[in-house]
């Protein structure tokens, strides 16, 4: 009887939160393009949905349920189209072909092209389905140079390329990021490197994305003239969205929680977007005539509108950039049409269009960390206690200053607690120091450098007026650094941590979802997920010992610090899955043979000297051997427990779990010895 009171009270619960049901509608479009990209976790997610639906059916909510297979399906659909129409090469090719230039991505020291194949080589190696297909082609040093000063290099030319094409990278160890993934859900096919900068055969100057091209090169070179080094590819950074920051910039950045400054997002879009509307609300409240007779504030929201839409455009129409304006025009679309402008139905709309027209954005940092942080801000100030609070300080009069003060606070934290999962499960790291960080920069940003460089920009005409809001901007950006700077030297602020395991993870994303979602009190679950799941990240297994497909490069964990036997050969890879597991030191170890898990794995390096002798009394306590040496032979008295570099050729890299003994491939999957 308790049972089926529970599971009324349950129901009740559900029904009475009806109106945000559609609040939901993202979470089933994503977990249909799981289904089409994880085949592994294709079976999960279908038992989820059939059981969901199930349960509607039942109590004959038929809509409902057909809405939740609909979505299913349109996730689905949208991302299995993208990996039916891209083409993947298999192997290496080096080719000769004409390509059409899709876009043009500068950072601080390569450029990369992104490109459609328009005519192929007549060589016998490369694969005719590369014809229409995209490739996406990097280069550095001289060519780079030469590329940047070519003026006809602009998107939409025909070009020639002479280029080393490579397959997809796959990922390295299990855990690690599936940048294939994201590359065919782009439609790219195939990542490389330019012998020469491309010769181009035609250009189009007139088309617009060329001219857009050409106006975010001329506002860089303008803020190149007038800006310092650092100032100027901040600044670029801010408005024309190219990553020319340097290393140790954004390193500061990143160890102090602002590193999503450096990106255009909804803070930037919003900041821009409110600059215009504010300055526009002015314009026009000082002429009468126009205040009288028209509803100023709709007229300046479209001019808000329109001015957000441009700066897409200059920024490189990016996908966090994208995501920012659908938010955007939600948000004037309710200043339009009298009502709320922010609410968890816009926010659930602007992610499902996101994710039906770009399927790979659910399984990106920027999408995650974004909308986790604004539905948390949402949540955050529809709890009746914020709101009460905010009212009686209205009430109150309290000063204005006093209350941005606090709702910054309030804001800064919220957002960065939020968020905090999705930064250790993308850059393993932890930085406790973000909160202060924000609560200085944010301001800063949001009332002198963007209104600053907005000023710039609008007063180029006027050489007097714009150098001063150059010298303003040369400072508050100088500013930036400095508190960058100094908090990421300060104690807490690079704290590594391993990555969560995806069913970790998911369990945290699920539980999160029911806390921000649902506004009656059964919301606390969601509260008890979240520590759940917190309790699974501290007693979840890592990894012991990563060794590479070629027998020659391993890193095993010991504390925090990862033992390297090379620091050449993988040493990306290597670097990384120290990270993965929480090393946050790399020291290089050459020895005949490793003694790992209390004696019981014993590990021989490809180039170890070990006599006969010294192995066979060694082999009496191993549990497991792993022997890396070329033409290595498995003992007899451990068959079954030996690992060697013809079975690492047949599985590719290998992690070594200690305690349960468990040998687990890159792609997550158990292997035997057997």
């Given at each position: 009887?308790?049972?089926?009171s529970?599971?009324?009270?349950?129901w009740?619960?559900?029904?009475?939160?009806?109106?945000r049901?559609?609040?939901?509608?993202?979470?089933?479009?994503?977990?249909?393009?799981?289904?089409?990209?994880?085949?592994?976790?294709a079976?999960?997610?279908?038992a989820?949905?059939?059981?969901?639906?199930?349960?509607?059916?039942?109590?004959?909510?038929?809509?409902?349920?057909?809405?939740?297979l609909?979505?299913?399906a349109?996730?689905?659909?949208?991302?299995?189209?993208?990996n039916?129409?891209?083409?993947?090469?298999?192997?290496?090719?080096?080719?000769?072909?004409?390509?059409?230039?899709?876009?043009?991505?500068?950072?601080?020291?390569?450029t990369?092209?992104?490109?459609t194949v328009?005519?192929?080589?007549?060589?016998?190696?490369?694969?005719?389905a590369?014809?229409?297909?995209?490739i996406?082609v990097?280069?550095?040093?001289?060519?780079?140079?030469?590329?940047?000063?070519?003026?006809?290099?602009?998107?939409?030319?025909?070009?020639?390329?002479n280029?080393?094409?490579?397959?997809?990278?796959?990922?390295?160890?299990y855990?690690?990021?599936?940048?294939?993934?994201?590359?065919?859900?782009?439609?790219?096919?195939?990542?490389?490197?330019l012998?020469?900068?491309?010769?181009?055969?035609?250009?189009?100057t007139?088309?617009?994305?060329?001219?857009?091209?050409?106006?975010?090169?001329?506002?860089?070179?303008?803020?190149?003239?007038?800006?310092?080094?650092?100032?100027?590819?901040?600044?670029?950074?801010l408005?024309?969205?190219?990553?020319l920051?340097?290393?140790?910039?954004?390193?500061?950045?990143a160890?102090?929680?602002?590193?999503?400054?450096?990106?255009?997002?909804?803070?930037?879009?919003?900041?821009?977007?409110?600059?215009?509307?504010?300055?526009f609300?002015?314009?026009?409240?000082?002429?009468?005539?126009?205040?009288?007779?028209?509803?100023?504030?709709?007229?300046?929201?479209?001019?808000?509108?329109?001015?957000?839409?441009?700066?897409?455009?200059?920024?490189?129409?990016?996908?966090?950039?994208?995501?920012?304006?659908?938010?955007?025009?939600?948000?004037?679309l309710?200043?339009?049409?009298?009502?709320?402008?922010l609410?968890?139905?816009s926010?659930?709309i602007?992610?499902a269009?996101?994710v039906l027209?770009?399927?790979?954005?659910?399984?990106?940092p920027?999408?995650?960390m974004?909308?986790?942080?604004?539905?948390?801000?949402i949540a955050?100030?529809?709890?009746?206690?914020?709101?009460?609070?905010?009212?009686?300080?209205r009430?109150?009069?309290?000063?204005?200053?006093?209350?941005?003060?606090?709702?910054?606070?309030c804001?800064?934290?919220a957002?960065?607690?939020?968020?905090?999962?999705?930064?250790?499960?993308?850059?393993?790291?932890?930085?406790?120091?973000?909160?202060?960080?924000?609560?200085?920069a944010?301001?800063?940003?949001?009332?002198?450098?963007i209104?600053?460089?907005?000023?710039?920009?609008?007063?180029?005409?006027?050489?007097?007026?714009?150098?001063?809001?150059?010298?303003?901007?040369?400072?508050?950006?100088?500013?930036?650094?400095?508190?960058a700077?100094?908090?990421?030297?300060?104690?807490?602020?690079?704290?590594?941590?391993?990555?969560?395991?995806?069913?970790?993870?998911?369990?945290?994303?699920?539980?999160?979802?029911?806390l921000?979602?649902?506004?009656?009190?059964?919301r606390?679950?969601?509260?008890?997920?979240?520590?759940?799941?917190?309790?699974?990240?501290?007693?979840?297994?890592?990894?012991?010992?990563?060794?590479?497909?070629?027998?020659?490069?391993?890193?095993?964990?010991?504390?925090?610090?990862?033992?390297v036997?090379?620091?050449?050969?993988?040493?990306?890879?290597?670097?990384?899955?120290?990270?993965s597991?929480?090393?946050?030191?790399?020291?290089?170890?050459?020895?005949?043979?490793?003694?790992?898990?209390?004696?019981?794995?014993?590990?021989?390096?490809?180039?170890?000297?070990?006599?006969?002798?010294?192995?066979?009394?060694?082999?009496?306590?191993?549990?497991l051997?792993?022997?890396?040496r070329?033409?290595?032979?498995?003992p007899?008295?451990?068959a079954?427990?030996?690992?060697?570099?013809?079975?690492?050729?047949?599985?590719?890299?290998?992690?070594?779990?200690?305690?349960?003994?468990?040998?687990?491939?890159?792609?997550?999957?158990?292997?035997?010895?057997?």
């Amino acid at each position: 009887m308790r049972s089926l009171s529970f599971y009324h009270t349950l129901w009740n619960n559900l029904i009475e939160e009806k109106r945000r049901w559609f609040c939901w509608l993202p979470l089933f479009i994503g977990i249909g393009v799981i289904i089409a990209v994880c085949q592994e976790k294709a079976s999960y997610c279908l038992a989820a949905i059939i059981f969901v639906t199930c349960l509607f059916i039942v109590k004959k909510l038929y809509l409902e349920s057909f809405a939740i297979l609909a979505a299913t399906a349109a996730g689905f659909l949208a991302a299995e189209m993208r990996n039916h129409l891209t083409f993947e090469i298999a192997d290496s090719i080096s080719l000769s072909c004409k390509v059409r230039i899709n876009n043009i991505d500068h950072s601080s020291n390569s450029t990369a092209l992104t490109a459609t194949v328009e005519e192929l080589s007549d060589d016998e190696d490369i694969p005719p389905a590369l014809l229409h297909s995209k490739i996406k082609v990097t280069t550095k040093g001289r060519i780079r140079d030469l590329m940047v000063e070519d003026d006809k290099l602009l998107p939409q030319s025909v070009a020639k390329i002479n280029a080393m094409l490579f397959s997809l990278r796959r990922p390295q160890y299990y855990g690690d990021f599936d940048s294939r993934q994201i590359a065919v859900l782009r439609g790219i096919g195939a990542n490389g490197i330019l012998f020469s900068p491309p010769k181009v055969i035609s250009c189009s100057t007139n088309r617009p994305t060329a001219l857009i091209y050409k106006v975010r090169s001329a506002i860089n070179a303008y803020f190149k003239r007038h800006l310092d080094h650092n100032q100027y590819t901040i600044a670029c950074a801010l408005i024309t969205g190219d990553p020319l920051v340097n290393q140790n910039i954004r390193s500061s950045f990143a160890n102090a929680g602002m590193a999503h400054i450096l990106a255009i997002s909804g803070l930037h879009m919003c900041i821009f977007g409110g600059v215009i509307f504010t300055v526009f609300r002015w314009i026009f409240a000082m002429i009468p005539i126009i205040t009288l007779r028209y509803n100023t504030k709709k007229i300046a929201a479209v001019i808000s509108l329109i001015a957000a839409i441009a700066y897409l455009f200059i920024s490189g129409n990016k996908v966090p950039a994208t995501r920012a304006l659908v938010a955007y025009f939600i948000v004037i679309l309710g200043v339009l049409t009298d009502r709320k402008p922010l609410s968890m139905r816009s926010l659930a709309i602007a992610a499902a269009l996101i994710v039906l027209f770009a399927p790979e954005s659910i399984f990106l940092p920027g999408f995650q960390m974004s909308f986790a942080a604004t539905a948390t801000l949402i949540a955050t100030y529809e709890t009746k206690f914020i709101k009460n609070f905010f009212n009686r300080s209205r009430e109150k009069r309290t000063s204005k200053l006093g209350v941005y003060i606090l709702s910054t606070i309030c804001s800064t934290t919220a957002a960065s607690l939020s968020v905090i999962p999705f930064t250790v499960n993308f850059f393993n790291l932890l930085t406790l120091n973000s909160i202060p960080s924000n609560v200085l920069a944010i301001p800063l940003v949001g009332f002198v450098i963007i209104p600053g460089l907005t000023f710039v920009l609008a007063s180029c005409w006027w050489s007097a007026a714009a150098n001063i809001g150059f010298n303003v901007v040369n400072w508050s950006i100088a500013q930036l650094i400095n508190i960058a700077n100094f908090v990421s030297n300060l104690p807490g602020s690079q704290i590594v941590c391993p990555t969560p395991t995806k069913t970790t993870l998911s369990i945290f994303v699920l539980s999160f979802l029911w806390l921000v979602i649902w506004r009656r009190k059964w919301r606390i679950v969601g509260l008890l997920g979240i520590i759940l799941s917190l309790g699974l990240y501290t007693v979840s297994p890592k990894p012991c010992l990563f060794i590479h497909s070629d027998g020659r490069a391993f890193a095993i964990r010991s504390g925090d610090t990862a033992i390297v036997n090379t620091k050449i050969r993988a040493r990306n890879t290597m670097k990384h899955w120290a990270l993965s597991v929480g090393c946050s030191k790399i020291e290089k170890q050459t020895c005949d043979y490793f003694l790992l898990n209390f004696g019981k794995l014993l590990l021989i390096p490809h180039d170890s000297e070990i006599s006969d002798d010294t192995l066979s009394n060694m082999l009496l306590k191993t549990e497991l051997l792993i022997d890396l040496r070329p033409g290595a032979n498995r003992p007899d008295a451990l068959a079954g427990r030996t690992i060697t570099t013809k079975l690492l050729r047949k599985f590719g890299n290998l992690g070594i779990y200690e305690k349960p003994l468990k040998i687990i491939d890159a792609a997550g999957h158990s292997v035997s010895l057997d």
